[in-house]
């Protein structure tokens, strides 16, 4: 029945492998969300990891590259779906959720101060939300900024993190656009009632719509997959404890030994794959979960492919990043503008460093894939220093560049800075069988 719309997603999927994603305007906007989630983290009840933010709004640019009409054609077949060919994120786990109707269309409208807030579509399981929305109005809304949004069900917050992107919009009054919700824990939701609080802010006025809806489909469980196999990669232990695959995302559960001698950073190359060798699922440009580098437990997220049942599963990973714990960070003194401590490897170099900033320079991590190297600070005290931007540019030459601004007022000499990513690898691979 779907052989058609499969072969125009295959095939859309090859064209978009190609596509050059412009860094600049994917940077930009990732700065963006990020002072804006640290401006509003000291008056928020939600949890939100930098690491998973930064990943979700890079998901959110990338998904929103024009596509070929053919594709366009598939998905526009699909109610609701027709205004959202361009939000769309093009992987195993999408061809699935179409192919089962788990977009489940809403179309739920509120009209506040002369706009129109609409919830068009919904995907959404125990590990997050995508809501597909329309905000319009008979005017230009083009310099609107988001405030607060949130996710409730039963009136109960889901707490987690969020993302949204910037994406070119056809008509300056309206924006057409997805909103991705990643739950801290995974949810068991207490009912189907669901409502979606968005605030705006245009013109030093807000307007906050509360929209209630309601899940028709029936939300599916995840399918657990208990691994709790310790795994020793180039000296280091690692421990693979839990894998849950759900139909937005798969999350896995890995715990690192204390006594290991090198901080593990990003793996590049973390994936699922099938009987056949055929990858099932994998890192998408740039890791994502929740957990930074100072956490002994963290949960990776790879794209899904929930509905497909393959007879054998291997979960696999290699190109490991990872730094000696002694040089996992930088130390500066910026008062006195000096380097005091780097890593020994050479391969990322600073360059200059100022009152509360300084600049790198290090040859692309790998290609098609955006790490952002650093995250936050500590302070002489022991105190957390604020990173509210990182400007990256450079990107498809031989070197990249990136500046990297602190909070001045937090700033208490030296500051400590640990590497996010790092281009040193673990030797060696790892395979462990999951059925």
């Known amino acids: 029945m779907y052989e058609k719309e499969e072969e125009m997603l295959n095939k859309s999927k090859q064209r978009l492998e190609q596509i050059e994603i412009p860094e600049q305007r994917l940077n930009d906007a990732i700065q963006e969300g990020i002072k804006k989630a640290k401006s509003k983290k000291r008056n928020r009840r939600k949890t939100l990891s930098m690491l998973s933010v930064v990943a979700i709004l890079m998901l959110t640019l990338v998904t929103s590259i024009r596509v070929s009409p053919a594709f366009a054609n598939a998905v526009a077949s699909i109610p609701g779906m027709e205004r959202f060919v361009h939000l769309i994120q093009f992987d195993k786990g999408l061809e699935a959720i179409i192919e089962n109707d788990y977009y489940e269309p809403i179309g739920v409208s509120q009209i506040k101060d002369n706009m129109t807030f609409t919830i068009d579509g919904v995907i959404i399981d125990e590990t997050g939300a995508e809501i597909f929305y329309t905000l319009e109005a008979p005017h230009s809304i083009e310099k609107i900024s988001y405030e607060k949004i949130d996710l409730l069900n039963d009136d109960r917050s889901l707490i987690g993190s969020i993302g949204y992107g910037s994406p070119n919009q056809e008509h300056s009054n309206r924006k057409e656009d997805k909103i991705s919700f990643v739950f801290v824990e995974t949810e068991k939701f207490t009912s ?29 469980n995840g399918k657990v997959y208990s ?22 995302r798969v999350a896995v559960s890995i715990e690192f030994d204390e006594q290991n001698d090198m901080e593990i950073l990003q793996f590049e190359d973390m994936r699922i794959e099938d009987e056949n060798g055929e990858v099932w699922s994998s890192i998408q440009n740039g890791t994502s979960g929740f957990g930074g580098v100072e956490n002994k437990e963290r949960t990776y997220f790879l794209q899904s492919n929930y509905f497909k049942e393959p007879k054998e599963l291997y979960f696999k990973f290699d190109k490991v990043q990872a730094l000696p714990k002694d040089e996992s960070y930088l130390l500066i003194d910026f008062g006195k503008k000096e380097l005091l401590e780097q890593p020994s490897f050479g391969k990322i170099e600073v360059t200059d460093i100022h009152s509360n900033f300084f600049k790198v320079k290090y040859a692309p991590i790998r290609e098609n894939h955006s790490y952002s190297l650093f995250s936050q600070g500590k302070n002489a005290n022991g105190e957390v220093v604020d990173i509210p931007t990182l400007s990256t540019f450079g990107a498809g030459d031989e070197y990249e560049y990136s500046e990297v601004t602190l909070d001045a007022a937090d700033i208490i000499n030296p500051v400590k800075i640990p590497f996010l990513a790092y281009p040193n690898y673990l030797d060696g691979s790892v395979t462990i069988k999951m059925k």
């Open 227 to 248: 691994i709790n196999k310790e795994v020793e990669m180039d000296g280091q232990k690692i421990s693979v404890k839990e894998i849950k695959v759900y139909p937005l």
């Open 192 to 220: 189907n009632e669901f409502e979606m609080t968005f605030q705006v802010e245009m013109d030093s006025k807000n307007t906050t719509f509360e929209v209630p809806f309601t899940i028709k489909n029936e939300l599916k």
